[in-house]
Nanobody, 124 residues
Framework: QVQLVESGGGLVQAGGSLRLSCAAS????????MGWFRQAPGKESEFVAA????????YYADSVKARFTVSRDNAKNAVYLQMDSLKPEDTAVYYC?????????????????WGQGTQVTVSS
């Protein structure tokens, strides 16, 4: 069992930065691949980034590549999403999820655990 809690969201101007954190409970956190998704009002959930259990492999959506960086610290049971050069279209609720491996990482329904989400709002 893994419980996830996101934090770090907020209101920021376009061009600014935020760092999201996802704190995990459970001794098996280090065995899970982690993903970040976001959902804007009236839109479907969108894959943002994913990272392997070791942190050695990362994937990004084209829309955030070169602006966002996903990382993890297994000693602290945490995964992070550094978001730079934010745009108004990045506005959404951001969720972290945990799954057994990176296969099907783009599809939310294949994740085993989810956090409650954190709101990110980027003003123009």
């Amino acid at each position: 069992q893994v419980q996830l809690v996101e934090s770090g969201g907020g209101l920021v101007q376009a061009g600014g930065s935020l760092r999201l954190s996802c704190a995990a409970s459970g001794r098996t956190f280090s065995s899970y691949a982690m993903g970040w998704f976001r959902q804007a009002p009236g839109k479907e959930s969108e894959f943002v980034a994913a990272i392997s259990w070791s942190g050695g492999i990362t994937y990004y959506a084209d829309s955030v590549k070169a602006r966002f960086t996903v990382s993890r610290d297994n000693a602290k049971n945490a995964v992070y999403l550094q978001m730079d050069s934010l745009k108004p279209e990045d506005t959404a609720v951001y969720y972290c999820g945990a799954k057994q491996n990176l296969a099907t990482m783009f599809v939310p329904r294949f994740y085993d655990y989810w956090g409650q989400g954190t709101q990110v709002t980027v003003s123009s």
